[in-house]
Every structure is written in structure tokens, then in C-alpha cells.
């Protein structure tokens, strides 16, 4: 299909905001693009998060995150059933140990009843651990509430924007927008790719940069700030919970939690710092040694040993203390979804609900197309499937009968098909179908995927990268690197 020349809608910015965006505005009868500055969606706060559904107690009620949360929880099972994305409503409890907590749980219990939570109850200790046994004998009582969960954040959004892709959406990644011309009834939005995109509306869903998009329309309304927050990854082992377990919430956010991932292992974190640098994801021996302390006071059996990496994301917390969901007042065809911190994950299909009502308030006609289809596929992992499936797959495509990750069983046909739906990087294909995401970390599998990467993309294996940009991960072929050595030892001797 030819592109348009003018877009009705750009989309700048590929997180879960601007990819469940995609997803809902694909369903209507309108041209639709996204730029994206990196090589992949998926790649700022919604790759490195804690992948709760949340429930919605935690923010203040009459707030926008506050109804956007628990409007978005109640969204995710059908969004989660049409996309093939996970979702596992294991349930969270709040720990208190203290009398100062106790009184923390009622108002978070208040406010979740004034924000409309479903189901929650105020529990014992001893009830708290007929949930979850591994829960701490020192917990007096907990906040029970039924309907949080966990998913894959980037599997989430890797689902919204193929769902996207499938019914029209265009994007662009590499292509950072750098500037903004206006012109007649459009905007030229400028990028470092070269490329100029055309638009009637934009909707700033930029992350942490959503500051800077905002001042290149002359909006200088809000300010962004990055907050950190680091993790430790627990190999799956059976001395992790099964439900997601809170401390109580302090003024930086809803606290450490340990907690199971959609995938079968556990966590511990995030921490909370306030930076100013908002590219610093550095992990560090203190962020760790918190994590340790407070994990072991949830759960004072958790096995740390089982640590098999360290990672930390960015929350963009923005200025006005709440999501930034409206109109530009400078640009009213610029439309900010912006400072989405925590719980935008779990409000992302909320969020791109509010969006469309308030791109049709400002004027952008929003009719339903024929055909719109919301039902993405995932990839049929191997194993997840029964013995008499997995010799029929084999049958099938012998590529299924190849493993490439071992820590993760991941067979060559299902790397294939990760990259045929657009991962174009290690890591890419380890958000798709998790070669690389086990106890190795890619140690033994990297250089396949490289391999596949390199055979399935036509490129040559050392234009292969880690995330996309400068992370080549092949530097130069070794024969030459040896030939270099010899010879300046050679000159030397
Ligand atoms: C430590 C941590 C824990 C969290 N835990 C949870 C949780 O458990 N549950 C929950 O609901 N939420 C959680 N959140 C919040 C959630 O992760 C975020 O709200 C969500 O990921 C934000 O998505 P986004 O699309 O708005 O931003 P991002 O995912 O950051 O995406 C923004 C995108 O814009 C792109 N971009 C930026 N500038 C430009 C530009 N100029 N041109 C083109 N592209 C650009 C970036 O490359 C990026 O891909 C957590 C966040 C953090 C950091």
C-alpha cells in the first residue's frame, strides 16, 4: 500500500502507551503511523518495569491515575485473551508489620474503595499466609486484593503494536523526532533518520522525553523527571511466591515487592531514586543490598542465590504529580499522554480509550472500518506444547527439532518466527520468545541468534546488534585480531 503523504494520526513514541494507542485508533478508518527513536518498541520504561496489573489502591482517589488504573485493570483480561499476551490474576497482598503500617493498609484500603476496587479485604497474618505460605511469620496483617496480576510488559506491547501493524499501522523506528515544522493544516515532524512524517494530529507518548516533544510544539506546560528503580531476576525456583507480595507504599511509590513473573520467575524490586540523567539504567551494589534487605523481610525464605541478573527502569514521573492525558492549550491537534509512571502499564488500554475520545473532541473524524481484526496470534512456544504437538511441529518444520537457548528451550523455529515478525536484535528476540532471558543469559545461545539473525535478515553477522544503535556485538573477525597480535608482537620482538 502507498504511504500517505500527510498522516491523520502520528504516534511518537513505541512504549505500551503508544502501542495500545495504536492498537485501539488501527480500528478505525484512518491513516496511522508511529515514529520511534529506537530499533524496536518495547525498549524505554515498558522493557524494565515490574509487570503488575495492578488494582488500583494505590493512587489518590479522584486523580486520573486513580480512574485510568482501575479501568485499565478491568480491560486486561480481554485485551490479554484477543492479543495471546499473559496474564495471571495470582492476587496481591500488602505486608504489615507494625502498627504504623496497619494504619497505612486501612488507608490504602480506603482508597481503594473510593477508587472502586473490586473484592479487597483487610487479613490476618495467619490469613495472609494460607495465601501465600512463604509469606514473613513477623506479618501481622496484609491488604488482600484479588484482582492484581502480573503480565509481560514488552511481550504486551509487542502484541499491541503486531495487532496495529496487522490492521494498517505504519512505523518508523531508528527515527528519533528531533524538531517539528508546521504547515497548513499538518505538522513535518523532523527526525535524526533524515525522514520528515507528516501529520494532521500527534499524540506525544514519548516516555521520559515527553518533555522535550512537548517544548519542540512550543508547549512548555510540564516537566519530566526519571526516577530510577533497580531489580534483581530470580531464576525460577520453588521458594518463590506465587502471589505478589507489597510492602507498604512510601512518598516514592508502591515500594519493593516480590513477586512471580508471567514467565515463571521471580523478583525483587524496584528500588526508588530521583535522577536527573535520563539514560542512567546503571545497576548498583546498594540498589542490590536494599533489595536483599527487604525481599528477606517479605519473604525470609526467598533463595537470592538464585539471582540470575540485575536490571533497573525509569519511571517518568512528571511535574503535575498525575498522569498528563489531554489537548495541547499551545497546539490542540498535539495531543499528551505523558507523565504515564506507575501504574501505566496496567492503564495503557484505558489510557488509548481516553485518547481516542480526545482526538474525536478535537476534531479528528473516527469512524470504525470494516475488518478490523483484534485478534493477534502469539508464537506457539515448544514448550508449551503437548509431546503429540511437539512431534507433529517437528514433522511440520524441522527447525522445531533445533534448540538454540537451553536454559529456556527455545527452538530455532520459534527464534525464526520472532524475527520474521520484526525483532532485528539479541535482544528482540529474547522479549519475543526468551532465548537469552535464562540462567546463561544468552552466554551459550548468542552466537546462534546472531547466526539466524544475520541468515533470516540477509545482513552480514557483525551488523547484528544487542538492542539496536552502536551495541554491535560482533567488533571485528577474530583471524584479523590474532594476525594483529602476532604481527605487534612480532614488531615488538
Ligand atoms: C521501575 C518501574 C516499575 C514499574 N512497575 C509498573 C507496574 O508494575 N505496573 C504498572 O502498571 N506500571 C509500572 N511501571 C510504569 C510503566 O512501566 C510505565 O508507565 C509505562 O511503561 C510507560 O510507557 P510509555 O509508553 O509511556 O513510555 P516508554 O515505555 O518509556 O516509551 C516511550 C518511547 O518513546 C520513545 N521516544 C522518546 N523520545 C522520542 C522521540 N523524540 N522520538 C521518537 N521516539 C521517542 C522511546 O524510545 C520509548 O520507546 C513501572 C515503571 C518503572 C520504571
Redesign the pocket.
Known amino acids: 500500500m502507498d504511504r500517505p503523504v500527510v498522516f491523520d494520526c502520528v504516534i511518537?513514541?513505541?512504549?505500551?502507551?503508544?502501542c495500545a494507542a495504536a492498537r485501539l485508533l488501527s480500528r478505525y478508518g484512518i491513516s496511522l503511523a508511529m515514529?520511534?527513536?529506537?530499533e524496536d518498541?518495547?525498549?524505554?520504561?515498558?522493557?524494565?518495569?515490574?509487570?503488575?496489573?495492578?488494582a488500583g489502591y494505590d493512587a489518590a482517589p479522584g486523580s486520573v491515575m486513580a480512574r485510568l488504573n482501575v479501568r485499565g485493570n478491568a480491560m486486561y483480561d480481554q485485551w490479554c485473551n484477543e492479543l495471546g499476551a499473559p496474564l495471571d490474576r495470582c492476587g496481591s497482598l500488602v505486608l504489615a508489620f507494625d502498627g504504623a503500617d496497619k494504619a497505612a493498609l486501612n488507608d490504602l484500603y480506603e482508597s481503594g474503595l473510593a477508587n472502586g476496587v473490586p473484592d479487597m479485604r483487610l487479613i490476618s497474618g495467619d490469613e495472609a499466609r494460607r495465601l501465600e505460605p512463604r509469606v514473613s511469620p513477623d506479618a501481622m496483617y496484609a491488604l488482600w486484593a484479588p484482582t492484581a496480576g502480573v503480565t509481560s510488559?514488552y511481550q504486551f506491547t509487542i502484541a499491541c503494536w503486531e495487532n496495529a501493524r496487522a490492521n494498517g499501522l505504519t512505523t518508523f523506528f531508528d527515527?528519533?523526532?528531533?524538531g517539528v515544522a508546521r504547515g497548513g493544516d499538518s505538522f513535518a515532524l523532523l527526525t535524526d533518520a533524515g525522514e520528515t512524517v507528516r501529520a494532521r494530529y500527534v499524540i506525544n507518548?514519548?516516555?521520559?522525553?515527553a518533555d522535550?516533544?512537548a517544548r519542540m510544539f512550543g508547549d512548555a506546560s510540564f516537566s519530566i523527571k526519571p526516577r530510577k528503580?533497580e531489580y534483581i531476576l530470580l531464576d525460577k525456583d520453588d521458594t518463590s511466591p506465587q502471589r505478589i507480595l507489597f510492602q507498604v507504599p512510601s512518598a516514592m511509590g508502591k515500594g519493593v515487592l516480590v513477586s512471580p513473573t508471567a514467565d515463571g520467575n521471580a523478583f525483587a524490586?524496584?528500588t526508588a531514586l530521583d535522577l536527573t540523567d535520563k539514560a542512567d539504567t546503571s545497576t548498583t551494589p546498594e540498589g542490590a543490598a536494599e533489595l536483599r534487605r527487604l525481599a528477606l523481610s517479605s519473604v525470609p525464605g526467598l533463595n537470592l542465590r538464585a539471582a540470575i541478573t540485575a536490571f533497573s527502569?525509569?519511571?517518568?514521573v512528571g511535574s503535575t504529580g498525575d498522569f498528563i492525558i489531554r489537548a495541547s492549550a499551545d497546539e490542540p491537534r498535539l495531543v499528551h499522554?505523558a507523565g504515564?509512571?506507575?501504574?501505566?502499564?496496567?492503564?495503557a488500554p484505558a489510557i488509548a480509550e481516553e485518547l481516542v475520545v480526545i482526538l474525536t473532541r478535537q476534531g479528528l473524524t473516527l469512524n470504525e472500518k470494516p475488518g478490523w481484526n483484534p485478534v493477534r496470534k502469539p508464537i506457539e512456544h515448544f514448550t508449551r506444547m503437548t509431546r503429540e504437538r511437539q512431534a507433529a511441529a517437528i514433522a511440520e518444520n524441522p527447525q522445531y527439532g533445533h534448540i538454540i537457548c537451553r536454559c529456556e528451550t527455545v527452538t530455532e523455529a520459534e527464534i525464526v518466527e520472532a524475527i520474521h515478525r520484526g525483532a532485528r536484535s539479541l535482544d528482540g528476540v529474547k522479549r519475543r520468545v526468551r532465548a537469552g532471558m535464562g540462567r546463561c543469559q544468552g552466554g551459550f545461545c548468542a552466537p546462534r541468534v546472531i547466526e539466524l539473525l544475520a541468515r533470516e535478515r540477509g545482513v552480514p553477522m557483525d551488523t547484528i546488534t544487542k538492542f539496536g544503535g552502536s551495541s554491535r556485538v560482533l567488533v571485528s573477525p577474530i583471524r584479523p585480531f590474532v594476525n594483529n597480535r602476532v604481527n605487534e608482537q612480532e614488531a615488538r620482538a
Do not use: Q
Not at 35 to 38: A, K
Not at 340 to 347: E, H, K, R
Open positions: 511518537i513514541g513505541g512504549g505500551v502507551t503508544g515514529v520511534e527513536s529506537c518498541v518495547s525498549m524505554g520504561a515498558s522493557r524494565a518495569n515490574s509487570g503488575i496489573v495492578h510488559p527515527a528519533r523526532v528531533t507518548a514519548a516516555g521520559l522525553h522535550e516533544v528503580g524490586g524496584p527502569g525509569l519511571r517518568a499522554a504515564i509512571a506507575s501504574p501505566g502499564l496496567t492503564s
